[in-house]
T-cell receptor, first 113, second 113 residues
């Protein structure tokens, strides 16, 4: 079965600093999702990547999917306290896996003002 | 447009009881997936429904069941509650659950005492 490993598990950065979160899959990624979660709340959709080498940006967050489609990274530029939360990557298992997203354990981000 | 609505937001039940959670998807979305989130196991897939049919099921005991109505609203039921069922239950809706993207609700926090 497919597994996603996220690193680091937690991260504390000073406001204004850049940071990167990685997500590595044990199998080829057919679709990779990035979500953000505030403690005890629902998941907020950030981005979806499907093609090898694809890169998407929204405000100060950029996500990339490598050419081999087994690793993705999420980069935040000039972090702000509003970026704090848990970042989760989720993988679509491909044909026959309807609705079944496999998630990593998450990366907890704290931003110190 | 309205997002994914989950009710209730919080529930406290006694061991041995049963519980029903509700999820109303985004208008037009026909796929509803359910997930259980716990600190130890993270996000785990329960099941997915599309047009009132269960298409995919995770590795959970038969005490966990669900259904979907003709208006795409979905319910999940947990019978004979155990302490270990305490978790955040999240539902996600999608057009077809085929790389369409998944929008999550805010979740139902279930506490079993």
């Amino acid at each position: 079965s497919q597994e996603l490993e996220q690193s680091p598990q937690s991260l504390i950065v000073q406001e204004g600093k850049n940071l990167t979160i990685n997500c590595t899959s044990s199998k080829t990624l057919y679709g990779l999702y990035w979500y953000k979660q505030k403690y005890g709340e629902g998941l907020i959709f950030l981005m979806m990547l499907q093609k090898g080498g694809e890169e998407k940006s929204h405000e100060k967050i950029t996500a990339k999917l490598d050419e081999k489609k087994q690793q993705s990274s999420l980069h935040i530029t000039a972090s702000q306290p509003s970026h704090a939360g848990i970042y989760l990557c989720g993988a679509d298992g491909g044909r026959g896996s309807q609705g079944n997203l496999i998630f990593g354990k998450g990366t907890k981000l704290s931003v110190k003002p | 447009k309205a997002g994914v609505t989950q009710t209730p937001r919080y529930l406290i039940k006694t061991r041995g009881q049963q519980v029903t959670l509700s999820c109303s998807p985004i208008s037009g979305h026909r796929s509803v997936s359910w997930y259980q989130q716990t600190p130890g196991q993270g996000l785990q897939f329960l099941f997915e429904y599309f047009s009132e049919t269960q298409r995919n099921k995770g590795n959970f005991p038969g005490r966990f069941s669900g259904r979907q109505f003709s208006n795409s609203r979905s319910e999940m039921n947990v019978s004979t509650l155990e302490l270990g069922d305490s978790a955040l239950y999240l539902c996600a809706s999608s057009l077809r659950a085929a790389w369409d993207g998944y929008t999550f609700g805010s979740g139902t926090r279930l506490t079993v005492v």
